[in-house]
Every structure is written in C-alpha cells, then in structure tokens.
C-alpha cells in the first residue's frame, strides 16, 4: 500500500494575474508561494517520506525544496509530472480566453478538447497516471509515503482517474495553490484521504479525525 501525497506547487505571478503559464520556462514562486512551501515543509515535518518526485518546471521544485531540507530526501526530477501543454494557450489569460468557445468545451467536455500546438486532456490524464503508477510499483511496502510535486490540472485530473470519476468531471475538483491531496493506493483500487487540503495538516489522527 502507497501513500500518494500530491502537492500543487504555490503561488506564482502567473497564477496571482490569472495566466496560464503552461511551460513557460523561468516561472518562479511570488512572495506567497514561497511562504506556502515553507508551510507545507513544516506541516510535513512529521511525515515518514521515502521519496520526492517533483516536476522539472522551476515553480514545482522551489515548492519541494523545504520538503527535501527537512527529510533530508534527494528531489527526483520526473518529466512526466510537466504541467499540461497548452501549446498557443501559454502566456494568455484566463479572463480573455474564457469568453472563447473553446473554454466552454474546456470546462463543459475537457475529454473532446486538445490545446492547439498542445495535449488534449486525456493524453495528459494518461501521461500523470503511467508515471504514478511506476512511482506507486516502486514504492509498494506497507506504509510507504511518497510526495509528488506538481500541477493543479494533473493533480486534478489523477483523482479522477484513481477513484473512478469520468474525465468530463473533473474541473468539479479543487486543488488551490500550496494544497495537499492525498491517495491511498494498493493492488484492489485507491482511496482518496484528502483533497486540497492547506496546513496544518491532522495525517496522525485516526480515521474519524479524532472522533468519536
């Protein structure tokens, strides 16, 4: 059984302006992002990590830097963990696009929508969930943890796959910036424990968070 924590990355201008930053090289984290991943660093101190997959992009691997300080983990660069590529999309606003045709498919039918020069949702969906799947085969002992750093729509669109949601739904998930979702995942299927979750997080307390 794999703990999977998936971590969107934090702030950055791009998102405090409503950009689509894509992979636009060179998109570091604002002022709040880097609090954020100082918060998430500390809010994981207690965790018993293993390992530390991180997206390439430079917004993921300053948010999983305070994470390695305090595991003392080396962070593994995973390729496969990229944001989308949204091709002509990168760069543009949210704002503008949204009055498009195209962002209503996007919202409404995102498994019939393909980025021009870019992914379609499902290719992306695919490309997240192969690469999880290998980090869940290598880490397979009972009670392994592992933390993956990425993006907002991949986080997204891997929930959906592992608890069974169709594609189409998606966009109905949360996953805000410096957010925490979390899967349990073994060899009969994955159960979501968490979904956009900020610190502090209550990971040791029983499974009725303490009640009872």
């Known amino acids: ?8 990355h934090g702030e950055n201008e791009y998102v405090k302006t409503g950009k689509m930053a894509g992979r636009i090289p060179g998109v570091h984290l604002n002022e709040r992002g880097q609090n954020q991943a100082r918060a998430l660093g500390d809010a994981l101190i207690g965790m018993p990590i293993k390992a530390l997959y991180v997206s390439p ?4 691997m300053e948010t999983a830097q305070p ?16 944001d989308t590529d949204i091709g002509e999309w990168q760069g543009r606003s949210w704002k503008v696009m949204s009055l498009t045709k195209s962002w209503k498919v996007v919202q409404n039918a995102p498994s019939r929508f393909r980025f021009p020069g870019g992914e379609s949702f499902p290719e992306t969906q695919t490309r997240i969930v192969n690469v999880l799947e290998r980090i869940v085969r ?3 002992k009972a009670q392994d943890v592992v933390a993956v750093v990425f993006h907002a729509d991949p986080v997204k669109l891997a929930v959906a796959h592992f608890i069974g949601i169709p594609l189409d739904h998606f966009q109905r998930l949360g996953c805000d910036t410096g957010s925490l979702t979390v899967l349990q995942v073994n060899d009969l299927g994955a159960s979501l424990l968490k979904l956009n979750q900020r610190p502090p997080f209550d990971f040791l307390m029983g499974k009725n968070n303490g009640k009872t």
Do not use: C, G, V
């Open 57 to 60: 992009l430079e917004r993921a």
């Open 138 to 140: 290598k880490h397979n």
């Open 67 to 82: 994470i390695s300080e305090s595991h003392q983990l080396k962070i593994i660069a995973e390729p496969d963990l990229m």
């Open 1 to 8: 059984m794999t703990l999977l924590l998936l971590i969107r």
